[in-house]
């Protein structure tokens, strides 16, 4: 019997309105965690700035295979402990992929954390993507297939850093001070191991560790800097004890040559100032002045976000989205378990170069540059009128190193 109009007339409205109601797509969540209070807060600010502008590039080009990506931001204060809640929380709001990068005691915790958590829980594997914190040990023997990293490790920059270092002659002594955690460590002993094998002749006067964002006044480290008689320091602070080192060595007059991972990000530049022409050095993978106009998502950055100190000091962060938009399309899923074994061993083409996702341990090789602070520049940084000039490029190839990884991967 055939029912009455009226009777398939709630049907079809019944019907219209559970497709009207049914859910859409679920968004793709993309969960931050790292500082925005404490010590090292202006790193996470300008990183979490960095997280913003590039998810609204992705999504203006439609997201990842169609869906919108969303940002989740969580406070960890550089801590691990503080991170591990942190992380705990992303996971039970609904993300399936971690971006960190400030601290590599934070990373090794949350990539100790992502790998037994996807070992309980198979089908609601999580990414982590790592895009600064650089410990070689997290690609070495803490590597696992979870975990990407974005950014060179320390002992690549640390390789770059002394080559430019065997060629200039005068440089007779190094003080070395870093952060007293397991990056600032690594950069240590990767120094004394490269000048050793390149510049025997050079003598460590210092090997310096101090607290992680704790200090507000380095002049008693200057003071032992001066005493030694150093000619050159090699640091690879960062954040607030990057400018606060380099004001202290400005305020006491310390005549030196600078080697460091970050002197050109986040108040450096300001506190450096002229007194630092031709004697601050930096690795990066890129700067303003590494090609003749601004890379366009730089200038794009800039014009949106418009502070004194609204650097794009994370480069790697729009390769780091590239290459993960490049990795979803050719997998044409946004699984985590597909989206990875996408990413491996894939390339893109970046305004400075090509860059590669290592497979075998999942360290990303791109171009760096070894560059120096002049007043010789087209493009300046924090409005000083200076910025850096190139002193030597590396191509991606030129900066991979052996690994000790031995990567287990899911069936």
């Given at each position: 019997?055939?029912?009455?109009p009226?009777r398939?007339?709630?049907?079809?409205?019944?019907?219209?309105?559970?497709?009207?109601?049914?859910?859409?797509?679920?968004?793709?969540?993309?969960?931050?965690?790292?500082?925005l209070?404490?010590?090292?807060?202006s790193?996470?600010?300008?990183?979490?700035?960095?997280?913003?502008?590039?998810?609204?590039?992705?999504n203006?080009?439609?997201?990842?295979?169609?869906?919108?990506?969303?940002l989740?931001?969580?406070?960890n204060?550089?801590?691990p402990?503080?991170?591990?809640?942190?992380?705990?929380k992303?996971?039970?709001?609904?993300?399936?992929?971690?971006?960190?990068?400030n601290?590599?005691?934070?990373?090794l915790?949350?990539?100790?954390?992502?790998?037994?958590y996807?070992?309980?829980?198979?089908?609601?594997?999580?990414?982590?993507?790592?895009?600064?914190?650089?410990?070689p040990?997290?690609?070495?023997?803490?590597?696992?297939?979870?975990?990407?990293?974005?950014?060179?490790?320390?002992?690549?920059?640390?390789?770059?850093?002394t080559?430019?270092?065997?060629?200039?002659?005068?440089?007779?002594?190094?003080?070395?001070?870093?952060?007293?955690?397991?990056?600032?460590?690594?950069?240590?002993?990767a120094?004394?191991?490269?000048?050793?094998?390149?510049?025997?002749?050079?003598?460590?006067?210092?090997?310096?560790?101090?607290?992680?964002?704790?200090?507000?006044?380095?002049?008693?480290y200057?003071?032992?800097i001066?005493a030694?008689?150093?000619?050159?320091?090699?640091?690879?602070?960062?954040?607030?004890?990057m400018?606060?080192?380099?004001?202290?060595?400005?305020?006491?007059?310390?005549?030196?040559n600078?080697?460091?991972?970050?002197?050109?990000?986040?108040?450096?530049?300001?506190?450096?100032?002229?007194?630092?022409?031709?004697?601050?050095?930096?690795?990066?993978?890129?700067?303003?002045?590494?090609?003749?106009?601004?890379?366009?998502?730089?200038?794009a950055?800039?014009?949106?976000?418009?502070?004194?100190?609204?650097?794009?000091?994370?480069?790697?962060?729009?390769?780091?989205?590239?290459?993960?938009?490049?990795a979803?399309?050719?997998?044409?899923?946004?699984?985590?378990?597909?989206?990875?074994?996408?990413?491996?061993?894939?390339?893109?083409?970046?305004?400075?170069?090509?860059?590669?996702?290592?497979?075998?341990?999942?360290?990303?090789?791109?171009?760096?540059?070894?560059?120096?602070w002049?007043d010789?520049?087209?493009f300046?940084?924090?409005?000083?009128?200076?910025?850096?000039k190139?002193?030597?490029?590396?191509?991606a190839?030129?900066t991979?190193?052996?690994?000790?990884?031995?990567m287990?991967?899911?069936?």
């Open positions: 019997m055939r029912g009455s009226c398939n007339s709630y049907l079809w409205l019944a019907l219209a309105g559970m497709l009207l109601t049914a859910p859409a797509a679920a968004d793709v969540k993309f969960a931050w965690i790292d500082p209070s404490g010590g090292a807060a790193a996470g600010i300008n990183a979490q700035k960095h997280m913003t502008y590039l998810i609204d590039r992705l203006a080009t439609g997201g990842l295979n169609g869906e919108k990506v969303v989740l931001s969580y406070d204060k550089v801590d402990q503080e991170s591990l809640i942190a992380l705990k992303a996971l039970d709001d609904g993300a399936r992929f971690v971006f960190q990068g601290g590599s005691s934070v990373a915790a949350i990539t100790d954390a992502v790998l037994k996807n070992e309980r829980n198979p089908g609601k594997e999580v990414l982590f993507f790592n895009y600064a914190a650089v410990d040990v997290l690609t070495n023997d803490k590597c696992n297939f979870w975990h990407f990293r974005f950014d060179a490790d320390a002992d690549m920059k640390m390789g770059a850093l080559d430019a270092i065997a060629k200039q002659t005068q440089i007779k002594s190094v003080y070395l001070i870093n952060q007293d955690y397991s990056f600032g460590r690594a950069v240590a002993a120094a004394k191991k490269m000048l050793a094998d390149k510049r025997p002749d050079i003598k460590i006067v210092g090997d310096e560790l101090h607290p992680l964002q704790k200090v507000q006044d380095f002049s008693p200057v003071a032992k001066k030694s008689g150093a000619d050159t320091v090699i640091t690879g602070n960062w954040s607030n004890d400018l606060l080192l380099i004001k202290a060595g400005k305020d006491a007059g310390l005549k030196v600078w080697y460091t991972y970050y002197g050109g990000a986040l108040g450096s530049p300001s506190a450096i100032g002229k007194d630092g022409l031709g004697v601050v050095k930096q690795i990066s993978e890129y700067h303003n002045n590494a090609l003749p106009e601004l890379d366009p998502d730089v200038a950055f800039k014009k949106r976000f418009t502070g004194k100190d609204d650097e794009f000091g994370y480069y790697r962060l729009k390769t780091t989205f590239d290459m993960i938009a490049a979803a399309s050719k997998a044409k899923s946004n699984d985590p378990v597909k989206l990875a074994k996408a990413l491996e061993g894939i390339k893109v083409n970046t305004t400075v170069g090509e860059a590669e996702m290592r497979a075998d341990n999942h360290q990303i090789l791109q171009p760096m540059f070894v560059s120096t002049s010789n520049v087209k300046d940084v924090e409005k000083t009128g200076l910025g850096f190139t002193d030597v490029k590396l191509n190839k030129d991979a190193l052996p690994t000790t990884c031995k287990q991967r899911p069936a």
